[in-house]
């Protein structure tokens, strides 16, 4: 069985750019969400896909896009990139629909920062 | 919006003692998870509760959730340096899998 995997490990990127991270879900599960951790903090709820469709979206602005593919893998966007943007961005897999879990796994995680 | 506490949020101690952190809110949940994280990682899952006062067991860490499903606790019996790392719960509800995260407690075992 294959984990969760995230990539890039680290990224730094200039205010004002744009970033993509990408996240590949274990194998058998169908949703992915996706989560913000700053320094010293708990990670955040950003969004979740489940079935390639957008499941839910925590507290953040337009400019954090995502997408799900068929084969369940998963990317984050980012446009505009300010410099309260550098974090931790954790992705999550779980198995969604009638045979949901409460249980999510997750990636290593894509360190992000903005100079 | 729901939240949950955790505290302490720091906690040093010498290798072989006890110790127990705490996870609260004013808030119902369908279920708690507990996680634990080193740097640079994300977090393992180490245990989900789901039955109010449910009791769960992980070779010398005990967890349990609130009869209120409002609060749970994790207790370390003799703590190996190991066990040092960030410690979060979060909870859940049926039929929407964002998981809120608590605060964290950040422990850490002297040898």
């Known amino acids: 069985e294959t984990g969760v995997t995230q990539s890039p490990t680290h990224l730094i990127k200039t205010r004002g750019q744009q970033v993509t991270l990408r996240c590949s879900s274990q194998s058998g599960h169908n949703t992915v969400s996706w989560y913000q951790q700053a320094l010293g903090q708990g990670p955040q709820f950003i969004f979740q896909y489940y079935r390639e469709e957008e499941n839910g979206r925590g507290n953040f602005p337009p400019r954090f896009s995502g997408l799900q593919f068929p084969n369940y893998s998963s990317e984050l966007n980012v446009n505009a990139l300010e410099l309260d943007d550098s974090a931790l961005y954790l992705c999550a897999s779980s198995l969604g629909g009638l045979a949901a879990t409460y249980e999510q796994y997750f990636g290593p995680g894509t360190r992000l920062t903005v100079t | 919006t729901q939240l949950l506490e955790q505290s302490p949020q720091f906690l040093s101690i010498q290798e072989g003692e006890n110790l127990t952190v705490y996870c609260n809110s004013s808030?119902?949940?369908?279920?708690l998870q507990w996680y634990r994280q080193e740097p640079g990682e994300g977090p393992v899952l180490l245990v989900t509760?789901?039955?109010?006062?449910e009791v769960k067991k992980l070779k010398r860490l005990t967890f349990q959730f609130g009869d209120a499903r409002k609060d749970s606790s994790l207790h370390i019996t003799a703590a190996q340096p190991g066990d040092t790392g960030l410690y979060l719960c979060?909870?859940?509800?049926?039929?929407?899998?964002?998981?809120?995260f608590g605060t964290g407690t950040r422990l850490t075992i002297i040898p």
């Open positions: 509760v789901v039955t109010g006062g």
């Open positions: 979060a909870g859940a509800n049926f039929g929407n899998e964002k998981l809120t």
């Open positions: 808030s119902v949940f369908s279920s």
